[in-house]
């Protein structure tokens, strides 16, 4: 039982037009290496010889996340807090001391809790 370089099976793989074509090729190249390693080369063909279409086709979709009230409460203060306060970092402290004694915060026991 011999065992085929990966360098010739990577040869053979890329000369192959589909999937008969690759375990005839390697029949040739040595019979016993396919008969103890059919399942692994039907495998391999499998995956190598896909239809790449399907991979094409899928487009992967960022799904757009939903605001948080947090996030919101900072977008709808933002920029009357800019006005009061000279740095970024000055403008986020003082809309997180509105926050945590805001109604719109639901850790104020406003009553409403959401699901998510």
């Given at each position: 039982m011999a065992k085929i370089p990966n360098t010739k099976l990577k040869q053979i793989l890329k000369k192959a037009k589909d999937k008969k074509d690759l375990i005839?090729?390697?029949?040739?190249?040595d019979p016993d290496y396919v008969i103890t390693n059919l399942t692994n080369i039907e495998r391999l063909a499998d995956i190598h010889f896909a239809d790449n279409d399907k991979k094409?086709?899928?487009?992967?979709?960022?799904?757009?996340?939903?605001q948080t009230k947090y996030q919101k409460f900072i977008q709808d203060n933002f920029q009357d807090m800019r006005k009061k306060y000279e740095s970024n970092g000055e403008t986020m402290k003082a809309i997180a001391a509105m926050w945590k004694t805001s109604s719109e915060n639901p850790?104020?026991?406003?009553g409403f809790?959401?699901?998510i």
């Amino acid at each position: 039982m011999a065992k085929i370089p990966n360098t010739k099976l990577k040869q053979i793989l890329k000369k192959a037009k589909d999937k008969k074509d690759l375990i005839e090729r390697l029949t040739s190249y040595d019979p016993d290496y396919v008969i103890t390693n059919l399942t692994n080369i039907e495998r391999l063909a499998d995956i190598h010889f896909a239809d790449n279409d399907k991979k094409k086709k899928k487009e992967f979709k960022i799904k757009e996340k939903k605001q948080t009230k947090y996030q919101k409460f900072i977008q709808d203060n933002f920029q009357d807090m800019r006005k009061k306060y000279e740095s970024n970092g000055e403008t986020m402290k003082a809309i997180a001391a509105m926050w945590k004694t805001s109604s719109e915060n639901p850790k104020n026991g406003s009553g409403f809790v959401e699901n998510i």
